[in-house]
C-alpha cells in the first residue's frame, strides 16, 4: 500500500473516531440532565417521515392546542390524582359519613383517674365527618364503597345483577339505581331489548359498626324509562317514560317511594338535570344538523319555560342556583347564558358541557380536549367514533379566566383520560369522574 493511501486511511479512522466520540457525548448530556427525546443524534439531521391530516381513529395526533406547560414539580402530580376504583364503574355518589376519630394518646386528666391510676370517666370519643364514595361495578352490579383521602375499597353488596350500564345513589347514599338491557328473546334471536331500572334499598350504616356485605332488595320502575336525574339533596329522582307516544316526566320521593307526574309533551327525546329544589331542566337530544331547545320545569308547579332555543348541537349544565347555563354547539364552543339578562358569552375552552361541574355560582371544573378532530360533534363522540385526550381546567366565569390545573398525561403513570361524569365533594376538596375509554373511577386532590 503507497505511503499516500495510508495517511488517508489514518485520517479517515481519526474522522470517523471523533464523530463517535461527540455522538457519545451528546446521549451522555442527555442522560446527566434527565431527557429522554432525541437522544438519537442522527434522527436531528434527518427530518424524514410520513406525516399526513390526522382523523378520528388515527395513531397521529394534531398539535397540542391547549398552551399547557407542565412546572417543574409535574413529576409529583401523581399523588393528586388517584385511580379510585378496581372495576369498571356504572355510575357513583359522593356523600358524607360520620366515623371516630384517631386520638392515639388521649388526653386523660387526673380527675377521670382513681388512686390506682384507671380511667373512671367513660366519655365518647370524638367523630368528624368526611367525604366517601360508593359505586356500582359495571359487569357485576355489586356496590363498593371508600372513602375519599385513603382509598380502601370494600364490598358493600353481594346481590348480582349483570351488565349495569348506569346506577345513581340517592336518599344520602341509602338507595341505588340501575339501569340494564334486558333481552326480550331467547339467546341468539334478533329482537328489541327493554330496558329495566331497578330502584334498591341500602341498610343505614351506624356509627362504629361493620356494616359487611349486604343484600339489595327493591322494585322496578316502569320499562324504557329514556332519561333519569337525582335532585340536588339526594332525596328525590326524576325520570322520563314513554306511554302512548308521550313523554312522561315524573317525580319519586326515595323514603317513601311516592310519585308525582310534573310534565308531559308529545316530544318524547329530552335530556334531564336537576340543578335546585326549584328547577329541572329540559334539553332535547343533540345533534350537530338539528336546533336544539331548553326548557326549565318547577316541579311545585309543574309548568315550563322555554330557556334557550335554536342552536344546532346544543347540550347544557344549569349553575346550582339556575342563574346561569353553561351550552355547547356543534363547534364545542363553551359558552355561558345568563337567565336573567339573555346575554351569552364564550368561554376561552372548547368542550361539552357534559364534561364539566359546577363548583359554585360562578367557578367551573371542565375536562377540556387537548386535541380536537374535524367532524360532526357532538354526534362522533357520543358514537363512540371519537375519544378525547383531556386536561383538567378550572374556570371563573366572572372573571373569564381558565386556568389548567392538571395534564394527566404529565403524570408518570401517563393515563389518557376522557373524563364524564364530573363531581365534587362538599368543601370543594376533590374532583371525581369516570374515565369513559374504561369506565374506571379517578379522583383529583384539588387542594
Known sequence: MSKRKIILLIMFT???ALVLGVVYLYQYKNQQNGTEKNTNFFSSFLPFGGSGTPKPGDDTLPTDISGYIPSDEAGTHDVKLKKVSSVP????????KEIYKDVPNPDLSASSRDEFGNNTELTAPPTEFVPFLRYVDRVTGNIYQTFVDKIDERKFSSTIIPKVYEAYFGNKGESVIMRYLKEDLPTGQAGNKT??????????EYLGADGGVNEVKGFFLPENIMDMGIS?????M?????????????????ETNTKS?????????????WSNEKMITLTTKPSASVPGYMYA???????LNKILGGINGLTTLASPDGKMILYGDNNMTLNVFNVDTRDSSALSVKTLPEKCVWASADVIYCAVPKYIYPGTYPDLWYQGEVSFLDEIWRIDVDGQNAT????????????EIDAIKLNIDENQDYLFFVNKKDSYLWELRLR
Open 238 to 254: 326524576f325520570y322520563i317514560f314513554n306511554t302512548n307516544d308521550i313523554a312522561a316526566g315524573v317525580v319519586l320521593t326515595l
Open 232 to 236: 340536588p339533596d339526594t332525596s328525590e
Open 404 to 415: 389548567i390545573i392538571l395534564d394527566p398525561m404529565s403524570v408518570q403513570s401517563g393515563e
Open 89 to 96: 364503574v356504572a355510575g357513583y355518589g359522593v356523600f358524607t
Open 261 to 273: 307526574q310534573v310534565f308531559d309533551s308529545p316530544f318524547t327525546e329530552w335530556l334531564s338535570f
Open 195 to 204: 330496558i329495566e331500572t331497578f330502584v334498591g334499598n341500602l341498610p343505614k
Open 14 to 16: 481519526v474522522v470517523v
Open 297 to 303: 320545569i318547577d316541579p311545585d308547579k309543574k309548568d
